[in-house]
């Protein structure tokens, strides 16, 4: 049986803003009810904070109320069935060391396939920075010479919907993206794209 978040802290609550039996609350708890009799009696968790079930939404007021009739039934925990929604912090993206060595290629496959990125667009994507963007377009980033252009999304720095989303974003802004491109056995584009893409580098 699943039990709640910090039972003996909410065993206290219960307790102390109930009227439920012994045996309800230990039952809920997963204790023992001569233990829940002593933190009534004040002789266990002395000075411990209540933690309130219903605030943190593992019981209904309902529920209590239900139990409070009746002390033949039994609490039952609130599960939610949806999982919580996690929100992506602000600030930069974590990108694994073994992977940080791939974003140069991942900033030059951008620059060739999807010029309509902004500079900012391309920094959260793949978690670089805007000094990073200017070296690889300038090619004078430091390994300039090793560079290869590789879809992001394959080398797992970003996944496609966000790639799409980012796109999405910037023709909406009103940038212009390229027509579909062939890509060599390599999957790097061929020898043509890579001349344009010098010829756009060099208009840079």
Sequence with gaps: MALPLMPKATAVWLVENTSLSFEQIAAFCGMHSLEVQAIA?????????GLDPVAN??????EIERCEKNEALRLKLLVVDLPQVAARSKGPRY???TKRGDKPDA????????????????????????????????????????????NPVMLGLCSQR????ALALAIRRGGTPLP?????????????????????????
């Design 162 to 165: 966000e790639l799409e989303e």
């Design 57 to 62: 939404g593992q019981l209904t007021k309902a």
């Design 41 to 49: 009696d004040g002789e266990v968790a002395v000075g411990m904070v």
């Design 95 to 97: 990108t694994p060391i």
């Design 107 to 150: 900033i030059a496959w951008l620059l060739k396939h999807h010029p309509e990125l902004s500079d900012a667009q391309t920094c959260r994507l793949i978690g670089t920075t805007k000094p990073t963007i200017a070296a690889v377009r300038d090619r004078t980033h430091w390994n300039a010479a090793n560079i290869k252009p590789r």
């Design 180 to 204: 579909p491109q062939d890509p060599d056995e390599d999957g790097y584009g061929s020898e043509r794209d890579d001349e344009s893409y010098s010829e756009q580098e060099d208009a840079h």
